[in-house]
């Protein structure tokens, strides 16, 4: 079994950054691709930014040139370094991965969230 936990969410200025943070636990053998999402009050969850097993990134229109995705493999953990932050990234924030688990089969796990408020 796969567990997964986001924090570092909190209140921010606009303009404020803040940095999430997503780790893992459990018999995982190998991580493939780990996904920021987000999802704001009355609005269908989205993508933020994903990065896989090779360092591959990808983000959403909205948040490039802002948001930076990185990973740290030997410690099954995820970050997500906001900048500029704008009221409009407010939202709950889910991390998301893949990957192998030891005993063999694949896991596609969700976490909980993190609460992101970008608010003068």
């Known amino acids: 079994q796969v567990q997964v936990v986001e924090s570092g969410g909190g209140l921010v200025q606009p303009g404020g950054s803040l940095r999430l943070s997503c780790a893992a636990s459990?018999?995982?053998?190998?991580?493939?691709?780990m996904g920021w999402y987000r999802q704001a009050p009355e609005k269908q969850r989205e993508l933020v930014a994903t990065?896989?097993?090779?360092?591959?990134?990808n983000y959403a229109d909205s948040v490039k040139g802002r948001f930076t995705v990185s990973r740290d493999n030997p410690r099954n953990t995820m970050y997500l370094q906001m900048n500029s932050l704008k009221p409009e990234d407010t939202a709950t924030y889910y991390c998301?991965?893949?990957?192998?688990?030891?005993?063999?089969?694949?896991?596609?796990?969700w976490g909980q969230g993190t609460q992101v408020t970008v608010s003068s």
């Open positions: 459990g018999r995982i053998l190998t991580i493939s691709t």
């Open positions: 990065i896989t097993s090779g360092g591959r990134t």
């Open positions: 998301n991965i893949d990957g192998v688990i030891a005993a063999g089969g694949r896991f596609d796990t």
